[in-house]
């Protein structure tokens, strides 16, 4: 394998990993508030649609954007509505919000584009290009250094810079502010942050609501950016990805981008049954790489490669002494 | 308001179909939807063809869920719809229950060739001479002498489409090199467009500058990713060449709506048996209309052609995978 081919895989890597980092960032965000969230899917799929569509009827990927993390944040209210105001069960919620957006996001494309379920496709405006960085093609025939600069790190879309930059964002946000510690103390004890005088309600409500917008920026990366427009069931299972990734990084920041990376890695690498062949010497089944992250959430579940301890309130409607 | 509405149309479809008229001919779509741009929507132009030629008119269904299929069989059976068409390998096992309940209806299974029941007309494509005619299109067409096939989940039908594919590149360019990929093994490989894209991309860093994407919605990906990159693409079953035109090398044609026509035609008197539609039979085919015509050169046309007449007459024979499961030209 040549270093050329191994920058592919890693190009490939970042993209496929970066709607896995948005929606593992926004999983951790609510979940550290103490509300799990198995809707991460459907909210990304309904996203995907919705700025798909609003792309398309305004021309404008940007108010598709807007659009799409509109969709998602409502749908975040929702499970919020559910699962923090009327302490519903969170797992039932978020597996509704699954099969509203499956359902919804084809009926409504059927009704308003009459074609099969999917959006028109989207051109020119209505698709998020490739930046190029900087100097990247003047730098691109230095060895090395310069191939990694011109072939992975630049020509990528905004939204994987944004996606990268969230990591530090997220870890300076819980770990160094006010508002962090607050949240994460509303998933460890909530009764402690009442007795404080803080809202739970409200912090909760705060992490659901940014919790719908990094998974509207993932479904709009899907439809806008990976895609030129919405295809039914399109996010496939990524949302669940995300949340292996999610509980393989232990609920922290860094380790989701190591996590989502890892699975994005072992993602770009099916597709290239050429290289593992010719850098194993023989042929693996790819079945066995699209398990591997799966396999490797029940590993560490199973506590062998360290325990995931999930936020000690998580899934726990909270209620207020009297 | 609208959705509403969309919800009462449908309740109010399925009424009216228990109320229809007797002998109309029927049709039940799959999962994909009748504007699917593909499979579905061929079989709809079919009927629609029939009902605009004769003036008659039909009754259709679109399931919403695999649930569905015997209860919109047996519906349109006691509402007398005959023939009942239906579009899908998916059918087999539900029409195996139903149609020996009502042995005066007559069904007609697209995609199904085993079906052998007295009042079932099963009918098969022979994809492979399809795959052939564009796997020879994208031999010739391809500069660098590497092209590829993307196939949604694997299964044996679309491991047919690939092995006629790479038997066509192979007949074209003796030296040819030809790549191929599933998207999955499970229905969710229909509709991973992000994963299409990034399998076309990996397979265009492998040097492929054709790509036959035989994989539903994760085919409208391969060809988006195709198109924004610079090679060409082959679509599937519908003519597809308009989606990116001058980028799409041609299309497989499964003449689903020709198949339908004929069993809407033949209306309560159909022929029941196992019928396997190849290009003798004007059951597939290659594409070529304004969108294609500067990509299929004359000669290349004539070759293609050449290989058509031979395959009618019999003197070439595409190896099938499904006859056994092997492939002579390429390795799964």
């Known amino acids: 394998m040549d270093f050329n081919t191994f920058l592919q895989i890693l190009d490939a890597t970042v993209r496929l990993a970066t709607p896995l980092l948005l929606a593992c960032l926004a999983g951790l965000y609510s979940e550290r508030a103490g509300i799990f969230d198995i809707g991460l899917e459907g909210k990304m799929l309904a996203a995907a649609f919705i700025s798909a569509a609003a792309a398309f009827v305004t021309g404008s990927v940007w108010l598709g954007l807007l659009a799409g993390i509109g969709a998602s944040m409502l749908l975040s209210i929702v499970h919020g509505m559910a699962s923090i105001t009327f302490r519903g069960n969170q797992l039932i919620s978020g597996v509704a919000i699954n099969f509203l957006a499956a359902g919804l996001t084809v009926v409504l494309a059927i009704n308003w584009f009459g074609q099969g379920g999917r959006t028109p496709q989207l051109s020119g405006g209505g698709r998020l290009t490739p930046i190029d960085l900087p100097f990247a093609q003047a730098v691109a025939d230095v060895p090395i250094i310069g191939q990694i600069y011109a072939e992975l790190i630049s020509g990528h879309t905004i939204l994987v810079y944004l996606a990268l930059a969230f990591v530090p964002f997220t870890w300076w946000l819980l770990n160094r502010t006010r508002f962090g510690l607050r949240l994460r103390a509303v998933g460890e004890n909530p009764a402690a942050v009442d007795t404080a005088g803080v809202s739970v309600i409200g912090l909760r409500y705060a992490a659901v609501a940014i919790c ?59 597709l290239r049954p050429d290289v593992i062949e010719a850098v194993l010497g023989f042929k693996i089944q790819i079945q066995l790489l699209d398990a591997l992250p799966y396999i490797l959430t029940v590993v560490i579940l199973a506590g062998f490669v360290g325990r995931a301890v999930p936020p000690r309130a998580g899934g726990a409607p909270y209620v207020k002494e009297r | 308001m609208t959705l509403m509405k969309t919800f009462l149309g449908a309740t109010a479809a399925m009424a009216l179909t228990a109320g229809a008229a007797a002998a109309d001919p029927a049709i039940i779509f799959d999962l994909g939807g009748k504007f699917d741009k593909s499979f579905n929507e061929s079989a709809f132009n079919g009927a629609q063809r029939w009902a605009e030629e004769t003036g008659g008119s039909f009754n259709e269904v679109e399931l919403q869920s695999d649930a569905q299929r015997e209860q919109a069989l047996r519906r349109f059976a006691e509402a007398g719809a005959n023939p009942i068409v239906m579009a899908g390998f998916a059918f ?132 988006q990713t195709a198109a924004d990159e610079g090679i060409l693409s082959i679509g599937v079953d519908s003519n597809q ?12 044609l499964k003449r689903v709506d020709n198949a339908v026509y004929e069993a809407f035609s033949q209306g309560t008197d159909l022929e029941t048996g196992i019928y396997n539609l190849g290009i003798a039979e004007g059951g597939v085919g290659y594409a070529l209309d304004e969108f294609n015509a500067e990509l299929i050169t004359d000669d290349m046309k004539a070759m293609i052609e050449d290989a058509s007449a031979k395959i009618t007459s019999g003197e070439l024979m595409v190896h099938d995978y499904t006859s056994d499961e092997t492939c002579p030209a390429l390795d799964f």
């Open chain 1, 212 to 270: 719908g917008v990094l998974c509207g920026i993932a479904g709009a990366y899907l439809a806008t950016a990976l895609q030129a427009g919405f295809t039914k069931d399109m996010s496939a299972g990524r949302g669940f990805i995300a949340l292996a990734a999610l509980i393989f990084a232990k609920w922290r920041p860094w380790h989701a981008l190591g996590a989502t990376l890892l699975f994005g890695f072992l993602q770009a690498i099916s």
């Open chain 2, 92 to 223: 087999a096992s539900s029409l195996s229950e139903v149609a020996a309940d009502y042995p005066d209806t007559k069904f007609a299974v697209i995609d199904v060739n085993w079906v052998d029941m007295p009042n079932v007309r099963g009918i098969g494509f022979k994809e492979e001479q399809g795959s052939y005619l564009v796997g020879m299109a994208a031999g010739l067409a391809s500069e660098s002498g590497t092209v590829s096939f993307v196939g949604g989940m694997d299964i044996p039908l679309i491991r047919k489409f690939a092995c006629g594919y790479a038997q066509g590149a192979k007949a074209a360019n003796p030296d040819a090199n030809i790549i191929a990929n599933m998207t999955g093994t499970t229905p969710a490989a229909w509709n991973d467009p992000v994963k299409g894209s990034e399998l076309t991309k990996a397979q265009i860093s492998q040097g492929s500058d054709v790509v036959f994407a035989a994989a539903g919605g994760t085919g409208v990906g391969v060809l």
């Open chain 2, 241 to 252: 060449n308009y989606l990116h035109p001058g980028q799409v090398l041609t299309s497989m």
